[in-house]
Each structure stands twice: as C-alpha cells, then as structure tokens.
C-alpha cells in the first residue's frame, strides 16, 4: 500500500461515520489518500473529519476547483479520475449505484468515476429491502459485468432497527479488496495489445432458428477486463451474448464464425498476443433457408446439413509470427492429452483446459477451474476459483511470454 493513491468517495448513509476509520488505516499503511463526497454525506459526517484524518482538501463540489485558484478552468475531474490508483466508495448508496449503472454524473463522485480507468470498488450499504430490490440487484450484476469489484454487505442489525444484509464491510475486509485489486492491477501490461475473443458463435439455420452452444463469454470477458485493468489495450470480439462491456475496452460484436474470423483477421496487426477464448462454432448449416423453415404435417424428423467452419485458430497457428497465441479447450474425455494435442497442432504458445462436468458447470457460472499448458507440456492446474481470479492467473502465463 505504501505510497498508492487511494481515492474514497462517501456518500449518504449511516455508516459514513465508519469511513473515518478507513481513512485513519489507509493512512497508517502508508497510501496517500483523498476523499470525495456527495452532498448527502457530508449530511452524515462533516468534511472537516476527513480532511484533517487524510490531510487532503475534501472534495464534494462539482463547481470548485480544489487544486487551482482560477474557478473558471476546473478540471478536477480529471486530476482526481487521473490521481487514483483505485477508486472506493463506501458506504454506496442505492442512488448513487444505480448512477453509476446508468452513467448519470450530476456530482463530482459520479463524474470521476465515470472519467476514471482505474479499479473502482463498491460497498453498498443501505436498508436490507433496499439492498434486495430487484432494481438494486440489477444495477449491481450490471456492474458487476462492467468490471467493478462489489464488496456483498454483511447481514446484522440495521440502522432502522431491522436484521438482515446491507451492512459495511468490516474496515478490515475492506482493506484486504484493496490490497488485493491494487496487486492485479500494477498497470504491468500497459504497453501490450491484447486480441480477446468470448462467447459462442451462431449459424443460422433460417431466419429465426441457429446452432449455437452454451457458452456464456463470462471467461473470455473476465480476460478483456482484468487485462484491461492491468494497463492493456484491449480489443474484444464478442458473439452473441447479453454481458456488459467491462470498462477501458473496444467491443466488436459479431454472430457467426465466419464475421469472428473476418473481424479476427482485421484487427490482429500490430497485436502482442491474442486470446481465443471464444467457443467458436465447428459446424455451420449448408444452406440457409431464407425464410423461416415451417414444419411439415406428418413429417417427424427434418435433415439437416452441415458443413465444418474455418479454423481460426489453426488459421492464426499458420500465419503466426511474434504474436503470442493462446488457446481454449473444453474436454469432456482425455482431456490432457486432447488439450496437448490442440495446442501442439495449431502451433499454439499456451492452452487453457476448461474441465467440464458435475464438478464444474463451467456455462453461466462466475467460478471455473483449468489447467494452464504450455507448448513444452508443462501443466499448471488452478483450483477452482472465480473467473477474474483465473483471468489474471492466465494473463500472469502471456506476460512471462511477452
């Protein structure tokens, strides 16, 4: 922590009060703190506490500009956005989360957050109902896929007298999420340009119908965040898929396998390392109807051909260069050795094996389990752990690479 530029953003709520002792512990373990807050919580506690507990100016007006005595050029903004290492609001308020979720930035906590690139993390805390409306749970899960880092609150008594969760984190905890989001986010790929590709692809039968498989992209979007988070450049390219782009990234959208290959061609130039991630589809109907197929009276069944799709990662194998190549598998048998010999057939650089089974539902689940293999046979097996935690152990592979 020593010497790391933590920027706290308090707003209305209760436990405003507990963020003194946030303040007071950051202080001690030798990071450089500042503190925003919203006029509601300076309600709570007064700007006074926190200025003399980080010695900072405390910022809560849009309008003013702290660090220079010219009013009219404000850019605080963007000095704060540009200042943090990490950004952590607590308490977080169900207004302010669902600002945040919707880029509404009527005050200056809400316009840094949106101005910054850095980590962003969030401890809601209000009244339980508030916390489990479904509004709140969908604001969350919506930043939740953007990148942001949620701290779930603590159930115990509220300040309304009530039980349940919508507490603050305990000073510790909270300490602990940022020690650990600054140590995977140290910028150490800021100079890299990294290719992603997530989600399944879709070949379309007729109009309205498709093959398809069930992969979510949570994987292949964890990468492109954590990536992006550690300084990269990231371009991702996205089948069909309803998560949210995670913060600091390009998003191509495609639907079939050959768009994914097309936009994979045009934006691999110039690439330190690409990540195929996505579950590419290996076959593609014939012939696709042009209107939807309608079913047949007495018929029972209904043939349909198929054709292989292009291999774009063996496609990338051949054309290869400098450009670090990194590979998915999902096995369902021999899973080893059909991961080694993909890796070793496509003239690939490392192999993340996705074990899939009872154990390990890998589709829609935020928890996966892999092993890393690399083009000398060397296996690093992970245990099972969430996505993004498993995003930075592959990403800690490419680096060496790089």
């Not at 913060?247 to 495609?254: C, E, G, M």
Request: aromatic letters at 4%; charged letters at 25%.
């Amino acid at each position: 922590m020593r010497g790391r530029h933590v920027l706290v953003g308090i707003t209305g709520g209760i436990a405003a009060y507990k963020v003194g002792y946030l303040v007071r512990d950051l202080i001690k373990s030798g990071a450089e703190v500042k503190v925003m807050m919203t006029e509601s919580a300076t309600r709570f506690v007064a700007p006074l506490t926190f200025s003399v507990l980080s010695k900072n100016p405390v910022y809560s007006d849009l309008w003013t500009n702290n660090q220079t005595s010219n009013p009219d050029i404000s850019t605080q903004h963007v000095d704060l956005a540009n200042w943090a290492d990490v950004l952590v609001i607590a308490p977080a308020s169900a207004n302010t989360i669902a600002k945040l979720a919707y880029g509404i930035s009527d005050n200056l906590l809400a316009v840094v957050a949106l101005a910054t690139t850095r980590p962003i993390i969030l401890a809601p805390t209000m009244d339980a109902e508030m916390y489990l409306n479904q509004v709140t749970q969908n604001n969350l899960v919506t930043l939740k896929e953007r990148g942001y880092i949620i701290l779930d609150p603590p159930k115990g008594e509220l300040a309304s007298g009530l039980s349940g969760p919508g507490r603050l984190p305990e000073i510790k905890v909270i300490i602990e999420a940022i020690e650990n989001v600054l140590s995977q986010s140290y910028q150490d790929l800021k100079s890299k340009r990294i290719l992603i590709t997530a989600g399944p692809t879709y070949e379309a039968i007729d109009p309205v119908r498709f093959v398809g498989n069930r992969s979510s992209g949570k994987m292949g979007f964890a990468i492109a965040n954590a990536a992006a988070l550690r300084g990269a450049k990231v371009t991702l390219i996205a089948g069909p898929t309803h998560l949210e782009t995670p913060r600091n990234v390009t998003r191509i959208d495609v639907e079939s396998a050959e768009e994914m290959l097309e936009a994979v061609l045009s934006n691999v130039k110039k690439t330190d390392a690409v990540v195929m991630a996505a579950a590419v589809a290996d076959y593609r109907p014939v012939n696709p109807a042009r209107q939807k197929i309608k079913k047949q009276a007495g018929s029972k069944t209904m043939d349909l051909q198929l054709e292989t799709t292009r291999d774009i990662l063996a496609e990338l194998g051949r054309k290869k260069r400098t450009t670090a190549l990194i590979g998915f598998a999902l096995e369902t048998n021999d899973e080893i050795a059909n991961a080694k010999e993909k890796l070793r057939k496509k003239n690939l650089d490392l192999i993340v094996l996705n074990s899939f089974g009872k154990k390990n539902q890998v589709f829609g689940s935020n928890l996966n389990t892999v092993a890393i293999i690399d083009k000398h046979g060397k296996i690093e097996q992970l245990p099972i752990m969430p996505k993004f935690e498993a995003a930075n152990k592959i990403l800690n592979r490419i680096k060496k690479i790089l």
